[in-house]
């Protein structure tokens, strides 16, 4: 279980391994929605409602079990 | 929840949390036109893997009901097509609020965007299908059968065609898939997990609608 554990924390941090500099383009991206931090709210927000989704599907699963017990 | 049977939902779960994380959060490529929407790659395309998927789950367990004649594989199938059609119809969704705001139309009558809309058509017409027909081993049978046929089209529909002409769509007109100027390698680490994620919790949901059927089938017949 805490292997498990270790392996879903360092996925969500094998992105930062990169070191390579961005490159300087005119391109207009979101720096200022990220710099600001607030990009966090936002991937909250998301997280949250997949997680509660996740949480309400293996909710659904387990009485689903329950009730291949009851039936068999 | 048995870990030992069920790890591939939680790992499902996971791997989709990964891709919402990183994928609002990683860096992408700097591209006109495109700008943050490059990140959509994340969200819409396993939406499309999954079906993809599912409706191979479909035709495996319509060839298996074909030579087996046992019920559980018809029950694999029809809830495969359902969840699959379900996932196609959000990325059909998904892709026209995109193409809206990189193509400008949400529907511009693109030769990949008319085929994915085709090919919905023809998973729709196999519930038609199984809806006109009361006796049910006909209706497993005749479905499984037509199934067979739907397959292919679909494949053509989505992967073919729209290579043989030009197309807005990346991954058409000749090129096959996202060439290195779309997608980098970092974005394809947040990609793959995305895709493998969502095929996960897609076969997870159609695996809790066979139970379901299942179990309500076996409670009408007491």
């Not at chain 2, 609608?209 to 007491?222: A, G, K, S």
Request: aromatic fraction near 12%; proline fraction near 4%.
């Amino acid at each position: 279980m805490k292997k498990i554990f270790i392996l879903c924390l360092l996925t969500f941090v094998v992105q930062w391994t990169f070191a390579q500099a961005p490159t300087a383009a005119p391109v207009e991206m979101a720096d200022l929605l990220r710099s600001s931090g607030k990009i966090y709210v936002v991937i909250g927000t998301i997280s949250v409602v997949f997680i509660g989704l996740a949480i309400y599907l293996f909710s659904i699963d387990k009485r689903l079990s329950k009730l291949e017990k009851e039936h068999k | 929840m048995k870990i030992k049977s069920d790890w591939w939902k939680i790992l499902g779960v996971v791997l989709v949390l990964f891709s919402l994380f990183q994928g609002l959060m990683g860096r992408v490529p700097v591209l006109p036109i495109l700008h943050e929407t490059i990140r959509n790659i994340y969200y819409h395309v396993p939406m499309w893997f999954a079906m993809v998927v599912l409706f191979v789950f479909n035709a495996v367990y319509s060839i298996k009901y074909l030579s087996s004649g046992n019920e559980h594989h018809d029950n694999i199938a029809v809830e495969s097509a359902n969840v699959g059609l379900f996932l196609g119809i959000l990325g059909l969704l998904t892709g026209m609020l995109w193409a809206k705001f990189t193509w400008g139309e949400a529907w511009s009558n693109d030769p990949k965007q008319n085929s994915a809309a085709i090919g919905m058509l023809v998973y729709l017409a196999y519930f038609v299908l199984r809806g006109s027909l009361d006796e049910a081993q006909k209706r497993a049978k005749i479905s499984a059968v037509y199934s067979v046929f739907a397959f292919p089209v679909m494949i053509v529909l989505l992967f073919i065609l729209p290579r043989l002409t030009d197309s807005l769509h990346p991954g058409n007109g000749g090129n096959p898939g996202f060439n290195k100027y779309d997608m980098d390698n970092q974005m394809r680490m947040v990609f793959y997990p995305a895709v493998i994620g969502w095929i996960l919790i897609g076969v997870w949901v159609m695996q809790i609608r066979v139970r379901l059927l299942e179990i309500t089938n076996q409670i009408l017949e007491n």
